[in-house]
């Protein structure tokens, strides 16, 4: 069975400054990567999603991850944040031929300073 | 863009008492979730709902059941709800096309027993 681990449970950042959030995940099959953020008060939404191909994935809000299968990892990365990115992060991943339900990291608060 | 829509953003109810939480999506998606979010534990599992009538137990389904009567519409109930109920329920639906189909989440319903 699949695992997700997101090692940062809180990174906190000054504006303008890059941002990376780390997920590692454990599975013995191909696997489907995603990103979703939650804003205050507010439901998940896909951020990116890794399927196939190319190993650098590009999302919403400037935001992009990189899929190193070797190290089992998608870390999340932004080169300049916003105050507006304050928010928690997800990582998710679902196994290929395993069940519709994904598991997900425990996630990691993103705190954007001025 | 799909849109799922829990019927309450907040809600206060008594120790003892029914709750039904709704959620309704408008993408004919066949798969449907409940899932329960606290502090430092991240989105877990109540049950998840793969077609009409059709239900499977989540990592923490105690205390809780679900109705799907119809494809676009699950319910989740609290049979007698305690104190420790008290949490930020949240509702998503996904594709049955393959485990490679994000989830689509509503706003949640934070729910308080007193």
């Known amino acids: 069975a699949q695992s997700v681990t997101q090692l940062d449970s809180q990174v906190p950042v000054f504006e303008e400054a890059p941002v990376e959030l780390r997920c590692n995940y454990s599975s013995s099959v191909s696997v489907y990567l995603f990103w979703y953020v939650q804003y205050p008060n507010q439901g998940l939404q896909l951020l990116l999603k890794?399927?196939?191909?190319?190993?650098l994935v590009k999302g919403i809000n400037g935001f992009e991850a990189e899929f190193n299968k070797s190290q089992t990892s998608f870390h999340l990365r932004k080169p300049s944040v916003h105050i507006s990115d304050t928010a928690e992060y997800f990582c998710a991943v679902s196994e290929s031929g395993g069940s519709y339900i994904p598991t997900f990291g425990r996630g990691t608060s993103l705190i954007v300073h001025p | 863009d799909v849109k799922v829509t829990q019927s309450s953003r907040y809600l206060v109810k008594r120790t003892g008492e029914k709750v039904f939480l709704e959620c309704v999506q408008d993408m004919d998606h066949e798969n449907m979730f409940w899932y329960r979010q606290d502090p430092g534990l991240g989105l877990r599992l109540i049950y998840f709902?793969?077609?009409?009538?059709?239900?499977e137990k989540g990592d923490i389904p105690e205390g809780y059941s679900v109705s799907r009567e119809k494809k676009e519409r699950f319910s989740l109930i609290l049979e007698s709800a305690s104190t420790n109920q008290t949490s930020m329920y949240l509702c998503?639906?996904?594709?049955?096309?393959?485990?490679?189909?994000?989830?689509?989440f509503g706003d949640g319903t934070r729910l308080s027993i007193l």
């Open positions: 709902s793969y077609d009409v009538k059709m239900k």
């Open positions: 890794y399927l196939s191909g190319s190993t």
């Open positions: 998503a639906s996904s594709s049955d096309r393959g485990r490679n189909q994000p989830q689509h």
